[in-house]
């Protein structure tokens, strides 16, 4: 069970650090360069910067780095990542991010309203399909169903844990 555990969180690792790490660096520049959709609603909105998409997907790559090192080098026994894999999960998580945001926004929810089960999921969502899409092997040769189930109630469990420490940092100006 906790082998379970930590193999479901050394995998998730380069898609759980990019959100936190954009809420810390992010600002500036929106993606959508503050322009409207068809909708006359902005497409993303100010919460979804150049910054934050470029610093956080280093930042991710950056750990998946050294889970590489540490596996390869120092043999710890745990689930192989792959330079493909840890790019793949860390640029997911925050396109994942970026699609909810369309999405709030075409059903005129405003930036930093909750949006209970996408704002929990979308990162393990845009996550995984971008490296099924584009490194399936590499999904079939870590992945178990019990991971995957451990992966679905750890992620939201994390997901409200670092918030509310973002929030009360002041890093975040919502708990959620
Ligand atoms: N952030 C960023 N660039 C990104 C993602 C996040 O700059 N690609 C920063 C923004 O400052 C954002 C903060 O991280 O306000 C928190 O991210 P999130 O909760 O995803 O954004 P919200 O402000 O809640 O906006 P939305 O309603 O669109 O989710
Ligand atoms: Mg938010």
Request: charged share 15%; aromatic share 10%; hydrophobic share 50%.
């Amino acid at each position: 069970m906790l082998s379970t555990l930590l193999a479901a969180f050394w995998i998730m690792v380069p898609a759980y650090v990019p959100n936190p790490v954009a809420a810390v660096c992010g600002g500036g520049t929106p993606i959508d360069f503050g322009r409207n959709f068809s909708d006359k609603k902005r497409i993303f909105g100010d919460g979804k910067t150049y910054r934050g998409l470029v610093c956080g997907v280093a930042a991710g790559i950056l750990c998946g780095g050294l889970q590489i090192w540490l596996v390869t080098t120092c043999h710890w026994d745990l689930p192989q990542h792959t330079l493909v894999s840890v790019s793949l999960l860390a640029l997911g998580a925050l396109l994942g991010d970026m699609a909810k945001s369309f999405f709030k926004r075409r059903l005129g929810k405003e930036r930093g309203d909750a949006w209970p089960i996408a704002d929990q999921y979308d990162l393990v969502a845009g996550a995984f399909l971008l490296v099924l899409v584009f490194d399936p092997a590499w999904v079939f040769s870590v992945m178990t169903l019990p991971i995957l189930i451990v992966i679905l109630v750890l992620t939201p469990v994390l997901h409200r844990s670092v918030n509310i420490i973002g929030y009360r940092i002041k890093v975040k100006k919502e708990p959620w």
